[in-house]
């Protein structure tokens, strides 16, 4: 790619995620292996809510391709933000290697022209040369006291263990500068995420409340509506 070309790429990917993720993040599909991440509407919306709001909380459903949204987010982030640090916090240290995982298969099939190198690479972090990196790890009733950052992902929240400990100890930190993403399918009512999501939507804490349904995923509907179709007849 010819030097002229390179910089008004780069300066695209760096104002606009969307275009960044769209264009130039792979993933892993289960049928087609390694393919382009192609945004839905509804993942659009939600980068954009994301880069709008510091404090986001998600309720989502099942196989939204959420958890690899927001892992494409951050790599994001990272890539065009000096010293920029990501933590996720997962359910379990299964789900927080995953997670990284994710991160490390887009990174790696960036460009060279647009990526900082990668300096440090074990099961639970990357350290990048411009400075920023990404730790993944489980939740314990300690890790509130290890989350400082720039940004703090609470994957799939309702089901993290000591979330309330967790929240306690990291929110301090966290509020004076740093954003948030937690996300999660639901788990019953009376736990941290319910609480705090419930709470978003009446305005009664900082985070804003993100709401996504089955019938925004476009394959989702177009099952539905051949299933009615069937049912006519």
């Known amino acids: 790619m010819e030097l002229n070309k390179i910089r008004i790429e780069f300066e695209k ?8 993720i769209c264009n130039y993040i792979k993933v892993v599909h289960p049928i087609f292996g390694l393919v382009k991440f192609d945004l839905y509407e509804f993942q659009k919306t939600l980068v954009n809510e994301f880069k709008t709001n510091r404090f986001n909380i ?6 939204a391709g959420c958890t690899t ?13 000096t010293h920029f640090k990501v933590v996720i916090l997962s359910k379990d240290d299964d789900a927080s290697m995953e997670v990284l995982s994710r991160m490390k298969t887009a990174y790696d099939e960036l460009p060279d022209d647009f990526k ?5 690479d074990s099961a639970h972090a990357m350290r990048f040369s411009n400075g920023s990196e990404i730790r993944s790890k489980s939740s314990s009733k300690q890790s509130g006291r290890s989350v400082a950052g720039s940004l703090l ?12 400990t967790i929240w306690a100890a990291a929110f301090p930190i966290i509020s ?3 954003s948030v993403i937690a996300l999660s399918t639901v788990n ?11 709470a978003a939507t009446r305005g009664e804490n900082t985070f804003h409340a993100i709401d996504i349904n089955w019938e925004d995923h476009p394959q989702y509907n177009a099952m539905l509506g051949l299933k009615r179709c069937m049912n006519a007849f």
């Not at 992902?153 to 263990?161: K, P, R, T, V, Y």
């Open 13 to 20: 990917c760096r104002k606009d995620p969307v275009y960044f």
């Open 58 to 63: 998600l309720r989502k459903f099942r196989q």
């Open 69 to 81: 949204l927001v892992a494409a987010y951050s790599l994001w982030k990272c890539m065009f933000t």
């Open 116 to 120: 900082p190198k990668l300096l440090k």
């Open 153 to 164: 992902i609470l994957d799939e929240a309702a089901f993290i263990e000591n979330i309330d």
């Open 176 to 178: 004076t500068g740093g």
């Open 188 to 198: 019953g009512v009376g736990n941290w995420f319910h609480n705090q999501y419930s």
